[in-house]
């Protein structure tokens, strides 16, 4: 939690990132992550300063329990002063343990964010989805919270001014904003009208924009005219020796020796592997999206 000190900008996790949303397209699979269509809305996680503090706080774990389908989870909140935004005890359950930072006493509006991330954990924990050193995972709770629609409430808490700043979670701001545009091009939700942080904004629409530079990478047929002109030039130099570097692609040859190229995908980010000849459409097995590309 940066609380009146600097905020990480910028994409520096974004390979993490990436490996988030494949794994969870992996672990949950293409149907499983579809039920996660509609996010949390708003209403369901208002918290208001009249509000009782312990029972508003169950109330809305209790909303974060049930948007994540774990009928059988039961979440006692409890308050305390700490470093951290947030902490669950990640026992066997049914009940789960969480503390909150005492400064959320003050700042209720935020206790959605916070537990958005802190449920997410008792989700993975019982998926046994989790990534190796503590840094890596909770950049895959981030993003597992964001992708499956209760993240935007982290990207919100975000606020930022010449006096002071606050941000919960991981991610970057940008990083967040990239992962909500992930999720908004397959859902068809806009998640910029739930914000009430005008940097929470700026930050979506930088990641939008980073996320569809994921759609616009060659072979794509969306490629631009420089990368279309790059892709050439490496495509008749291989299968040369050593890496190409800079570029998401990769050439090498089969058991018959024709060319092939692989790339990531721009939704799930698993690579695909197409033969060199054309146009080509191909189907990726993991999130069933449908590509344009010309090899």
Same mark, same amino acid.
Request: aromatic share 10%.
């Given at each position: ?26 672990? =949950?699979? %293409?149907? &499983?992550?579809?039920? /996660?269509?509609?996010?949390? +809305?708003?209403?369901?996680?208002? @918290? !208001? ?118 941000? =919960?979670? %991981?991610? &970057?701001?940008?990083? /967040?904003?990239?992962?909500? +545009?992930?999720?908004?091009?397959? @859902? !068809? ?107």
């Amino acid at each position: 939690m940066a609380d009146d000190g600097p905020v990480e900008h910028g994409y520096p996790h974004l390979d993490t990132v990436r490996d988030a949303i494949t794994a969870l397209y992996k672990r =949950l699979s %293409y149907d &499983t992550v579809q039920t /996660f269509a509609t996010s949390v +809305a708003p209403v369901d996680v208002a @918290f !208001g300063d009249t509000d009782d503090l312990h029972l508003g706080a169950q109330r809305v774990a209790r909303e974060m329990v049930r948007h994540y389908r774990l009928p059988d989870a039961r979440l006692i909140v409890s308050f305390r002063e700490m470093t951290h935004a947030a902490n669950v005890e990640l026992a066997a359950g049914p009940e789960y343990f969480v503390e909150l930072n005492d400064r959320f006493r003050t700042h209720r509006r935020d206790i959605g964010a916070a537990l958005a991330h802190e449920v997410m954990h008792v989700y993975l924990h019982r998926l046994d989805l989790s990534f190796p050193g503590t840094r890596e995972n909770e950049i895959l709770t981030d993003t597992a919270a964001t992708y499956l629609g209760a993240g935007w409430l982290l990207l919100d808490a975000y606020r930022e001014d010449s006096a002071s700043s606050q941000k =919960l979670g %991981y991610l &970057t701001p940008e990083e /967040f904003g990239y992962v909500l +545009a992930k999720r908004a091009l397959v @859902f !068809g939700e806009d998640p910029s009208v739930w914000f009430t942080s005008p940097q929470a904004y700026t930050a979506y629409v930088k990641g939008m924009a980073q996320a569809r530079r994921d759609e616009q990478q060659p072979p794509l047929t969306a490629a631009g005219w420089a990368g279309r002109r790059r892709y050439a030039h490496d495509r008749r130099h291989a299968p040369g020796p050593g890496s190409l570097s800079g570029v998401p692609y990769a050439f090498s040859g089969d058991r018959g020796g024709s060319l092939r190229v692989s790339f990531p995908c721009p939704t799930c980010h698993q690579r695909i592997r197409v033969p060199v000849r054309g146009r080509v459409r191909a189907r990726c097995s993991l999130c069933r999206t449908v590509l344009e590309c010309d090899t």
